[in-house]
């Protein structure tokens, strides 16, 4: 027997594709050559199958070696192939039988010494071998907890290269996977937490119900993050297919979190001001690292201190924000990540970042003009809603000293404003109001009376506010209307949404 196929599993954004790794032996000088579109990882896997082969104390056939990844089509990247290769080498020499691999996918990568490491993105790895129909997969031994979180799969964790060819050759069976343990759930902030603030709560609350994206200015020290890290406490419990897509996100980062649960949660991802590019939209070689944009995919992504952001981070952005996908350039073609989130701005209103009233700020107009600016254009005029937030004053403190609402009680209001925004627009082909065609609502039957429009229409005359802008507001209107259980927004809602979209909101 000079030939032997086993399978595994590539990547390709966030699904899995099972694939055939081939090995010939053939006369001739001893040579590895690997085809099938692989990447340069996979070239390198190469010296590191045969150091971790020999290692293992098996011997490396001196032969003409052809490792082929099928399909040639599907692009592979990285270093999950390495024990399928080993195997398929093993077995192509005669030296392993492979009879009890038939329909088993095997996932890993081999250090020198043949431990099996583990690998990035086991979750849709092993979620696409249970799709293909496979019942059993052989794992890293790190990597068990999470391939068990695919009910339909029987799953076999390695520790090393040895262990695999002991139950290949004399059937000493391979250990059980590990009993997931759930982890202590992590305390969820709430804005039970948060006194007064009436105007960053009514922001935060219709940012959630409508799927706006937010910008709060305001000193430091007005609870400007303590808000926006709660805006994931009223937004809805993600459904199964989000939850396994925001799980194998993670999965690809290499951040999983421990308990072998998926997320239910929101994401909440607030990447420091400092964060390069690839940081925040994802990068590196091989298997390409999901950024925060990805990693906040259904959820929200937090830029606190934003102007403070480098202007290519900024600029990254505005791709996903448009398209709510990541399209990341590789060596061969490009990789594409989910990245649909729901942006807050977070900015103090000039660069020496003062208290408010503080009289040693001699920041000019000018200056504070040209701080916020570097938001302005394609990333501002996406949001919303624009408020500012001032500290909580002592009265207030006083008032609300039995705590504010909680976010159980404001998350039953914006999960009912989102059903009716649904069963609205859902023919539409919309989920939220904040992803609505701007023209759907200024024509027959959403457009409002004309009463209703007065003010919206002089601004729009006066030009202080822009057509885009205009849109915005309506939206806004939209939600305003939903989160109070109304059929339609009226002058009244209009006349607040005005108010959070110019930032005159007081
Ligand atoms: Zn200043």
């Not at 032996?25 to 050559?33: D, M, R, S």
């Not at 579109?37 to 070239?43: I, K, N, S």
């Not at 001196?62 to 270093?79: E, F, M, V």
């Not at 993600?238 to 999983?256: F, K, Q, R, Y």
Request: charged share 20%.
């Amino acid at each position: 027997m000079s030939y032997a196929r086993v399978r595994c599993v590539g990547l390709v954004g966030v699904t899995g594709h099972v694939l055939q790794v081939e090995a010939d032996l053939a006369p001739g000088l001893p040579t590895v050559a690997i085809t099938g579109l692989p990447d340069t990882a996979l070239h390198e896997a190469r010296d590191r199958v045969r150091a971790a082969v020999v290692n293992s104390g098996r011997a490396w056939p001196n032969r003409r070696i052809t490792i082929n990844l099928l399909p040639a089509t599907l692009p592979k990247h990285g270093s999950s192939l390495d024990l399928a290769i080993a195997v398929a080498v093993l077995g192509s020499a005669g030296q392993l039988p492979l009879a009890p691999l038939d329909q088993v996918v095997l996932l890993g990568e081999l250090g020198l010494d043949g431990t099996v490491r583990p690998v990035r993105g086991a979750l849709p790895m092993v979620a696409a071998a249970a799709r293909a129909g496979h019942h059993r997969v052989v794992v890293p031994l790190d990597n068990a907890t999470e391939a068990g979180m695919i009910p339909s799969i029987q799953v076999h964790p390695v520790r090393s290269l040895r262990q695999l060819a002991a139950f290949l050759t004399d059937g000493i069976p391979l250990p059980q996977p590990p009993q997931a343990t759930p982890a202590d759930p992590t305390p969820t902030l709430d804005l039970a937490d948060i006194a007064g603030q009436s105007l960053g709560r009514r922001a935060l609350e219709i940012a959630a119900a409508g799927g706006h994206h937010l910008a709060l200015f305001g000193p430091p020290g007005a609870g400007k993050t303590m808000l926006a890290e709660r805006l994931p406490s009223v937004l809805p419990e993600l459904p199964d297919d989000a939850a396994m897509e925001v799980t194998s996100l993670h999965s690809i980062a290499g951040l999983m979190p421990s308990g072998g649960q998926l997320i239910r949660r929101p994401p909440f991802q607030a990447p420091h001001h400092t964060a390069t590019v690839s940081a925040l939209v994802g990068g590196g070689s091989g298997l390409a690292r999901p950024g925060a944009v990805s990693l906040a995919h259904r959820g929200v992504l937090l830029l606190d201190e934003a102007p403070e952001f480098d202007r290519r981070a900024l600029d990254a952005l505005r791709q996903p924000l448009e398209h709510g996908r990541v399209r990341l350039a590789r060596s061969r073609g490009t990789a594409e990540y989910p990245a649909r989130v729901q942006l807050v701005l977070a900015a103090n209103p000039c660069p020496c970042a003062k208290p408010a009233g503080d009289i040693s700020c001699d920041c000019t107009p000018l200056a504070r003009r040209r701080y916020l600016g570097r938001l302005s254009g394609p990333l501002l005029d996406r949001v919303d809603i624009q408020v500012t937030v001032r500290p909580v004053r002592a009265a207030e403190l006083m008032q609300v000293s039995a705590g504010g609402e909680p976010s159980t009680v404001v998350a039953a209001r914006v999960a009912a404003a989102r059903a009716a925004a649904l069963d609205r627009w859902s023919r539409l082909g919309q989920r939220s109001n904040a992803e609505l065609p701007g023209p759907v609502l200024r024509r027959p039957p959403w457009c409002l009376p004309g009463p209703d429009l007065r003010e919206l229409r002089a601004r729009l005359d006066r030009g202080s506010l822009s057509a885009r802008g205009f849109d915005r507001v309506l939206r806004l209107a939209w939600t305003i209307a939903d989160l109070d259980g109304r059929q339609r927004p009226d002058a009244e809602d209009v006349r607040e949404a005005i108010g959070l979209r110019t930032g005159e909101a007081l």
